[in-house]
Every structure is written in C-alpha cells, then in structure tokens.
C-alpha cells in the first residue's frame, strides 16, 4: 500500500500569516510528468473533510484562492497564504494513485 | 448540487454487525463510484473500499476484506455498508463519499455515521 506521511502534525500561526503543510508518499503519484493524483482536504470539528485541492493544484469548487497546491512525485505542499480564523481546521492529503490512503492530518491553531 | 444522507448515530455490542445507509440525490446515482471511509481518534481516516453502483461491483482494502459488505438499490438511489463481528475498535464515524471523476478525489461527502460498540 502506498504511505502518505504529512508534517507537522500540527501548527499555530498567527492571522495573516502562511501557514505550509507537507505530505510526502511512498511512491510516485505522478503518471508520466502530467497527472498527479493527490489532493487535499479541510475537516472541521463535526464535519466531514471538504475537497480543497485536487490534481496537486487545482482548487475545487469555491475554495478561497489563498488556499494553493504544489509538488510532484513523492513530495507535495499545501500552503495558506494568509490564514483566516475559519482555516482553523484539521487537513489531510489523499493519495488516490492506488486505491485511496490519507495522511494522518495536520491541526491549524491560530 | 450533489448530496449523501447517511442514516442515524447507532450503537451496538460486540460481535453484532451494523448496516449503514448512504441516499444520494442531486446526480444521477449510477454515474459516480460511492467508497466508503472510516475515521477514528487512534487510526485516523482509513479508506474502507468503493461500490459501482451501476453494476454493483466492489473492491474493499484488505484489512476490511472478509467482515465488510457494500450493496446498492438504484431504485432509491442508496447504497449500504454492512460490518459484521464488530468490535470496541471499530467504533467510529462512517462516511460514504462520492469519487467526483472517474479515478479522481472525493467531492461529495455524507454527514457521518457515528459507530459505538460497546458491551
């Protein structure tokens, strides 16, 4: 199976600042340097997780733009360019390469 | 606008098994795979397996192999997971989630079910 380990498992920042969480796989989730098949997701407390990312950069339907995407291969980023007091959340990547595995989330305090 | 109502908060004791609804509406049911995840304080998110459910064909990760069951009815646009022989550590919240493009991520997600198992 493949493994997909994020960092820090969690981070207080301040408004206004960047917060950049980490994810990194066991394997390549990129078909031939084109398609990356990893994606990110907000859980709230109560809420089921919310697609934020998808595609490594691609941000779903009316997800905030401070919210971004990048990496390839074995190594992803996801950053909050400015964090808002309702970015605080619990965040997971998602590999789905082969079948599906998530990271063990990453806790955003302000 | 897509959505999955997932059926009430149950509570059961060990060794008996418990079904767990998922109705979708919004989307045509037949057109999207429905997988079904697992989420507890020790383990985290565990991806529990899919369901087509159009042909009804399904797939479940191997440490769920054996004791879990998906079905569908089209008829009410529903799909259903059945855990049998359960256990305190599979106390939890279930979700189904639609997989929003073929081989792609979940953009729809249900509420959650809560799962307690205890004597």
């Known amino acids: 199976d493949i493994v997909v380990t994020q960092s820090p498992e969690s981070l207080a920042v301040s408004l206004g600042e960047r917060a950049v969480i980490s994810c990194r796989s066991s394997q390549s989730l990129t078909w031939k340097s084109k398609k990356h098949y990893l994606a990110w997701y907000q859980q709230k407390p109560g809420q089921p997780p919310k697609l934020l990312i998808y595609g490594a950069s691609i941000r779903g339907f009316g997800v905030p733009g401070r919210f971004s995407g990048s990496g390839s291969e074995t190594y992803f980023t996801l950053t909050i360019s400015s964090v808002q007091a309702e970015d605080v959340a619990t965040y997971y990547c998602q590999q789905y390469y082969d079948v599906r595995t998530f990271g063990q989330g990453t806790k955003v305090e302000i | 606008q897509g959505q999955l109502v997932q059926s009430g908060a149950v509570m059961k004791k060990p060794g008996t098994p418990v079904a767990v609804s998922c109705a979708s509406s919004g989307y045509i049911f037949t057109d999207f795979y429905l997988h079904w995840v697992r989420q507890t304080p020790r383990r985290g998110l565990e991806w529990v397996g899919w369901i087509n459910p159009a042909t009804g064909d399904t797939m479940y990760a191997h440490q769920f192999a054996g004791w879990v069951t998906f079905t569908r009815d089209t008829s009410i646009k529903t799909a259903y997971m059945k855990l049998t022989r359960l256990t305190s550590d599979d106390s939890g919240i279930y979700y189904c989630?639609?997989?929003?493009?073929?081989?792609?991520?979940?953009?729809?997600w249900g509420q959650g079910t809560p799962v307690t198992v205890s004597s």
């Open positions: 989630a639609r997989e929003g493009e073929s081989w792609g991520p979940f953009d729809y």
